[in-house]
């Protein structure tokens, strides 16, 4: 099992919703499909976003039932794109006899942490069938779509990745934001997995608020390496485990070093061309 990093009550908190601006064709095409694939997805759960100030309108309203539904759909998911990159990189390097840099191991922890999300949220509620037959048909249309784009190019699919890491971060601070409003005033105070204390390494008294900010940090973290994947080329050493650079600005696993909308690749090889 990967170890997770330990992250500060602070560093948990600080982060917030962020935005990488589209510059090029990739990341325009990335985010039109991001945007479309959210639209579909929040009819899939039952979600939708408030404006500024209607927060607590009735129609808006999230119970926990609806907010886990959500959170199962949404790791379901992203626990696929980390395993695709990792999958076909690691099949790169055996087909061409040359190491990966160090990619690999990123994707595939990745993959792994979005699956201890999906994991711990099972533990708090069994989907029935229908949601079931929902996450068989996402995965199985995602995974496919992925892969081949993949292959075609994954600057663009780690911009999309990025972006949709955007909008899980989006949703998690609109859950945090609903706990602080007391609406949904049962997680201030229940309990969480087991699984979740030990991965997590929480304290006993850990809280549902306590591990939505660390889900929500776990995607941050997400949002900007692979924002970064995205600016460097396929061949550059991977930064968040090779010391590419020689300063303090070093990119790592852990929120001591971060940057929501990815590091510019002459930040961290020295170089854009």
Not at 2 to 25: G, L, M, N, S
Not at 55 to 75: G, N, V
């Amino acid at each position: 099992m990967w170890v997770h990093p330990i992250y500060t009550r602070e560093q948990i908190e600080a982060i917030d919703v962020a935005h990488r601006e589209a510059k090029t064709f990739r990341d325009r095409f990335a985010l039109t499909a991001i945007r479309m694939i959210r639209s579909t997805f929040d009819f899939a759960t039952g979600y939708k976003h408030p404006p500024p100030g209607h927060e607590a309108d009735k129609k808006f309203e999230m119970t926990p039932e609806l907010w886990l539904r959500r959170f199962l759909f949404l790791e379901s998911i992203a626990g696929v794109p980390g395993m695709v990159g990792g999958m076909v990189r690691h099949l790169q390097s055996l087909r061409i006899l040359r190491r990966d840099n160090a990619w690999i191991e990123t994707l595939l922890e990745e993959a792994y942490n979005e699956r201890m999300h999906l994991l711990t949220f099972m533990q708090l509620t069994k989907p029935g069938w229908f949601m079931r037959l929902m996450l068989l048909g996402g995965q199985g249309v995602f995974f496919n779509l992925f892969f081949v784009s993949y292959l075609i190019s994954p600057r663009t699919c780690h911009r999309f990745v990025g972006y949709l890491e955007e909008e899980a971060i989006i949703t998690y601070t609109r859950c945090l934001k609903d706990i602080a409003a007391g609406r949904i005033p049962e997680w201030k105070t229940e309990g969480v997995p087991q699984i979740a204390k030990k991965y997590w390494r929480l304290d006993d008294n850990a809280t549902m608020e306590d591990l939505i900010y660390y889900v929500r940090a776990d995607e941050a973290k997400h949002r900007e390496v692979n924002h970064t994947l995205a600016n460097l080329k396929p061949s550059d050493p991977n930064p968040f485990v090779i010391h590419t650079v020689h300063n303090d600005n070093q990119p790592s696993k852990s929120l001591k070093t971060y940057n929501p909308i990815g590091w510019e690749r002459k930040d961290v090889i020295g170089s854009d061309n």
